[in-house]
Every structure is written in structure tokens, then in C-alpha cells.
């Protein structure tokens, strides 16, 4: 009896053994024809396997770039500003939502890109306010939409401090410098503008200039406005005077985008600004500087935009031609905003130096 229940006992594990290979290999033969997006095995792991539904662009980190005057830029990569932004891959926001792909054939819509805007500032060494001023400028152009390129241009002298000030703005810039000596500050301003334009013609930097003083103050609005200049734009200035309760607006007037006329009207005592036939100029008495931006193409294809190309002192002189470009042509100039319907540039001033009380002014004289 013993032996037959061995014996038994044996067929039935054979018989176990071959019931799991005959379901084992069944399962094994179906599952092989079966698609493999069906698997759902490993379906906790889909949100990493997530497709790339779009590109972002990351504000590329500040660069700092102190070119010598008469030497050329060390760092080639920034001569093509719109191409320096980092790329980024943008995850899908809701990963329990399967969204079907996209038909054969569609273009999935990309938002414009910005024209880049080429910001000059010149500097004085007399400025007492300089560091203050530059630092207050710089916290307004970390505001604006990028690509945006900070142009400071500075006597070689006193360009330390002025590096690790712009290294800590958090904004894209150059700082270009010089070595000549002038005693007249409106030619030394006429010469740091040469030497940004300069540096502008020679690398090819397309975008929109805009001369902006350290001391102006903005409507965040006006970096828009500007983007959208083709040849040239203008628009009023208002000039502040806090210790003198001054306020002139200086600049076109406008109908829709068309130059008029220009003004130069001081509201401190008017400041409805009633406009008469002896308050308009058909020409500006003289170019404010901070009124005008220009598309800087113009600096080395001219014909683009109706110019010829030999003219005298052009590549000598940048800021010359662009007084003569303003001066001759008004239909180049466009308005902004249309019609001229608001301030957005203030210009404020600031004494250059401390004035002594009475008292220290008498020790002086002893």
C-alpha cells in the first residue's frame, strides 16, 4: 500500500507541473501578438516619459563684458544677442490628461518674438549721484521683457566701481570705455554715443537704440512702444526740476503717428498745456537726445532706408548722422504714443555739485 501511494502522490505533481508549463506557455504565445501599447505594467512611470509639448526660453544670466577703448570685445558669443537665451523643455501641467497628438500637417502657435532693445547710457565723472542713478536705471530695465542689451559707456578711469555695480544688476550689458580727456561735457557725451554706436555698427546688433540717461525715469509701457519702430520714433520729454518747481515738456506734436510741429513749453505755471500757433516749431530748436530711438540697421545699410552710402564723417561721426536723419526727413518719424497722448520718458535733473553753506564759503575764502 505504501508504494502505491508513492506512486500516487508522484503523478499528481507531474501532473501539477505540467498544468502550470501548458498555462505559463499559453499565456507566453497570446501575450506575444498582443500591441505593446496596451502594456500597462510599468504605467506609474508614464508621467517621465512625458513628450515635450513646447519650448521655453530662460532670460539668459547677466554678462559682463568691459571692452578697452581701441581693442575689441573678448567675448565673441554675445554678438548675436537673441540666440544667448537658454532653451528649456515645458512639461505638459496636468500629467492625468492624455491630450490626443496633434493632426498631420498643424503648426502649433508660437508668440512672436521681441525685437531686441540696444539701451545707451552715458556717464559723467562729475555726477555725484552717478552709482545711485545707474543702480535706479538698472532696476527699471530688470523689468522689461527680454532681449533687452544695457550699453555703458565710461571713462577708463572710473571704470571699477562701475564694473561690480553692473555685475550685481542682474541685467545683460556692456561696458565700453575711453581714454580721451574733454572739457566740454556736451562733446564728451557726443563722443561716448559715438563709441556705443561704434560698437554697435561693428558687431551687428540688430535691435532698437535708445540713448536713456541715468537720470531718466520710465513708464514700463515705453519699452513696448518702442519695439515696434521700424525707421525712427519720437515723443515728448518731460524735464523735471525738483529744487526749481520746473516742469518742461519738450518734443513733437503729434496727429495719429504724424509729426506736426515740436514744442519746448515750460507748465510750471500752465499745466493744462494749451497749445498756440507761437508754441509749435516746424523744426526741434534742439534734439533731445532722449526723445528718439532708431532701428540700428540704419548704421550700416542705409540704402535700406533711402540713404546714400558716401556721406561724409558717417563712420567718424554715428550720432551726427542721426541728427541729419532726424532733421531731413519728419515722415520717417513715428509718434509714440499716437498722437502723443501721454508722458512716458522724465527727465530729472540734478544739480552736479554740493553747494557750501555761507559759513564754509567764508572759512574757504581765509
Known sequence: MGSMDRSKKRIQLWKKALVHFALCFVMGFFTGFAPHSTATIFSHRRAERQPVTGIGFLPAAPVEQIVEPGGEAVNRSLIEIPGSAAVAAVAPADDSDDSPPPAEGSVEAQ?????????????????????????????TLRLVPPPLLWIVV????????????????????RHLTFKENFTDPAAEADHQRNVALSHVEYHRLTGIVHFAGASNAYDLRFFEEIREIEVFGTWPVAMVSTNRKRVVVDGPVCRASRVEGWILKDLSNDKRLLLTGTDMNPKPPKINISGFAFNSSILWDPERWGRPTSLPDTSQDSI?????????????LKCLPADCSRIMVWHLYTPRAIPLPFHHQSQAKR
Open 320 to 332: 551726427k548722422f542721426v541728427h541729419e536723419v532726424i532733421l531731413e526727413d519728419e515722415t520717417k
Open 154 to 173: 565710461q571713462a577708463y578711469a572710473e571704470t571699477p566701481a562701475t564694473a561690480a555695480l553692473l555685475r550685481a544688476t542682474g541685467v545683460m550689458y
Open 111 to 139: 508668440p512672436p518674438s521681441r525685437r531686441l532693445l540696444i539701451i545707451v547710457t552715458t556717464t559723467r565723472a562729475d555726477d555725484r549721484f552717478q552709482g545711485a542713478l545707474l543702480l535706479r536705471l538698472a532696476h
